[in-house]
């Protein structure tokens, strides 16, 4: 069951998934969107709210819920494609090789048990350990993940802690299995600076003692810059842009990557912000080419035409990165 | 320069952990004292639970100090019985935080904004609408969408139907309470230009309350940084942020992720059990701290 040692541990292989609309259409949330997480690495993925990050996340998860569903595509962990698993083969995988922290600790969390009885479970669940063994694990991991007076925290339900306390406990539930991959939906979007920083700390930690790999998904490019190995840029449901973190942030390729970073606070000089026109379109109001064309300040005539393929930057440092823009396409009819 | 905003020795207590217990009071606010010049943006910022919000409240006396003064244009508003409170108000005024839920999800967006005229009797029917109207642009909002529900809007336009709805009397003076935290940083960036090209326009002085240093930093002109109810340290932004003076404002400064590993700094932890409430003294030119 092992992968070859040069095989990622995760690829995702032109996922699609798609929601059924209220008035009948299929539309994709996530489209074409292929990624690559090694064994030990973190890939941060970026992007406004309404781009398909947590649809990415829980399409790998195999957690899409009707009206969406998953059309295409290969998710390969660990050499084996989830999609063809069924729902048993999941479970041995969800929480126990692939952890998860969501975005909102209270619906991952199950509000009528204790946090150190949901722990405990999941060792169970995944016969890791059992009765009070399980508990004294559950203690451990509450520990581990900077719980403060674990002992007693075990025995309190999720609505009793503080936010930073029920992100730490989400953390050690979704690390109490020792998985080799985690996923974090927006771990520390809710958090103040300072216990998001506690919690950055704790996962750089974590992922230094255990070797996990992490797909981390926030829209604070800060927090990936500081985080993540590579990063991925989403917009549109598409991965738009993709490389090592300190490359792409420094030489930014695609004109989304460039506005995303230049709203920032701080990047421009004087008082002004310089903003990205308009808003993320609702899912099925995209336009048919370039999903960011209406937003797009470098908009060429190719880029209403049918969406920009997948290429090599040009003008940069291309050494591991990709991008989706006709400006990098010259044959296409973008300016190169 | 006489300043449009006086608070002196603020304080707000709430009872603890709610009615019939009896288990004492919390100080939310305790005994903070700023000044905000006309035309300026001056900055509350520090993490949730220092009493932001709680402060912003008693200014406008949307909630009852338990002491001190607010001192509006030379006139202590702690002080204003009910009616004379309603007339200062219309020169004060509010936009909160969440786009979702400060606005009445029954309400039209035109009515919205139309509500604080009716409330104070102002204009004609007709004169309103006109106004309305105007109010929209002013914000960058289609008049065309006058008549829609507050969840037809996004949340970067919900921000600007609060913020029309506060400008509709004409105040001189707006709280600003994390307006912007709820969007997303190209939405952000949008509304705080707005924020700014309004207050060039206008001349308004904002008190821009935030949890998030970078943003400060950008639009404020002073700031004061707030921890377990009191001011710690107060400067003029570039000041403050160059030159921290306190350690729990060094320590928020170094919590900030940064994109460019060039700005990076070292953490610096906090020792919150040892923390010791002390008076304020310069430290440098405007520059005070609780050191
Ligand atoms: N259950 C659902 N039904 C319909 N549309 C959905 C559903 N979940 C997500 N979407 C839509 O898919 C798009 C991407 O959403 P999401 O992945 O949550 O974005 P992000 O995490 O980047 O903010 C959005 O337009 C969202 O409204
Ligand atoms: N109505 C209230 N009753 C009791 N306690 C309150 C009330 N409002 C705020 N508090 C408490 O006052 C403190 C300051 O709150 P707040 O002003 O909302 O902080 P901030 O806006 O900085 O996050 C917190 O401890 C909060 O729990
Ligand atoms: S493809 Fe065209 S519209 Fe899209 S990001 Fe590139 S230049 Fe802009
Ligand atoms: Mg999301
Ligand atoms: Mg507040």
């Known amino acids: 069951m092992n992968s070859t040692s040069d095989a990622p541990l995760l690829r995702v292989d032109r996922l699609r998934t798609v929601f059924t609309l209220p008035d009948g259409r299929d539309v994709a949330a996530a489209d074409d969107v292929s990624l690559v997480v090694s064994a030990g690495e973190t890939l941060g993925l970026v992007g406004e709210s309404g781009s398909g990050k947590s649809v990415t996340a829980l399409s790998i998860l195999r957690l899409v819920m009707p009206p969406g569903r998953i059309t295409q595509g290969e998710i390969i962990f660990d050499g084996r494609d989830l999609l063809t698993l069924d729902e048993s083969e999941l479970r041995a995988i969800r929480g126990r090789r692939i952890g998860f922290v969501f975005q909102e600790p209270m619906v991952a969390l199950n509000p009528v048990y204790t946090i150190g009885q949901q722990i405990a479970e999941t060792l169970t669940v995944h016969g890791l350990a059992h009765g009070r063994a399980a508990r004294a694990r559950a203690i451990e991991w509450l520990r581990a993940a900077c719980v403060p007076d674990p002992e007693r925290r075990a025995g309190e339900y999720p609505h009793q802690l503080s936010g930073g306390l029920r992100q730490r406990a989400m953390i050690a539930l979704a690390l109490c299995a020792e998985p080799s991959l985690v996923i974090t939906d927006e771990p520390t979007t809710a958090l103040d600076v300072t216990v998001q920083a506690e919690i950055l700390d704790l996962l750089r930690e974590l992922r230094a003692s255990l070797g996990l790999a992490l797909l981390l998904i926030t829209h604070d490019l800060g927090v990936v810059a500081e985080m993540a190995d590579r990063v991925a840029v989403m917009y549109g449901g598409r991965i738009v842009e993709e490389g090592p973190v300190a490359d792409v942030f420094k030489t930014p390729a695609h004109p989304y990557t460039r506005g995303l970073l230049a709203c920032l606070p701080g990047s421009a000089d004087g008082r002004r912000l310089t903003a990205i026109a308009g808003t993320v379109p609702s899912l099925g109001q995209f336009p048919p080419g370039c999903a960011f064309a209406p937003r797009c300040v470098d908009r060429l005539p190719v880029c209403d035409t049918i969406p920009p393929g997948v290429t090599a930057p040009i003008g940069v440092e291309s050494a591991g990165r990709s991008v989706r823009c006709y400006l990098h396409q010259p044959a296409a009819g973008g300016r190169g | ?291």
């Open chain 2, 1 to 291: 320069m006489t300043p449009l905003l006086q608070v002196s020795h603020l304080v707000k207590e709430f009872r603890r952990g709610g009615w019939l217990r009896s288990g004492g009071t919390v100080r939310a606010v305790d005994d903070i004292s700023f000044d905000v010049r006309p035309g300026e943006t001056f900055g509350l910022v520090g993490e949730s639970g220092c009493g932001k919000t709680t402060t912003g409240r008693c200014i406008l006396r949307l909630i009852e100090p338990t002491s001190g003064q607010v001192i509006f244009k030379g006139t202590d508003l702690a002080a204003l019985n009910a009616g004379d409170l309603r007339r200062a108000r219309r020169d004060l005024q509010i936009v909160f935080q969440d786009p979702y839920s400060s606005l009445n999800p029954r309400m039209r967006a035109g009515a919205i904004v139309e509500e604080p005229l009716i409330i104070h009797r102002i204009g004609t029917r007709e004169e309103r609408k006109a106004r309305v109207a105007e109010l929209f642009g002013l914000v960058g909002l289609d008049p065309a969408q006058i008549s829609k529900f507050p969840h037809e809007f996004s949340g970067g336009q919900r921000q600007r139907i609060g913020l029309a709805r506060a400008l509709a009397l004409n105040p001189s003076l707006i709280i600003a309470d994390e307006p912007v935290s709820a969007l997303d940083v190209s939405v952000q960036a949008q509304v705080v230009n707005l924020l700014q090209d309004l207050q060039a326009r206008l001349g308004l002085t904002y008190l821009f309350i935030a949890h998030d240093l970078r943003l400060v930093r950008q639009v404020c002109d002073r700031v004061a940084v707030m921890y377990r109810g009191r001011i710690v340290e107060s400067a003029p932004a570039n000041e403050l942020f160059t030159n921290p003076a306190h350690a729990y404002t060094q320590t928020l400064l170094s919590a900030v992720p940064r994109v460019d590993p060039a700005d990076r700094t070292e953490r610096i932890p906090f020792a919150h059990e040892a923390y010791q409430p002390m008076a304020l003294r310069e430290v440098a030119p405007d520059h005070f701290a609780a050191i």
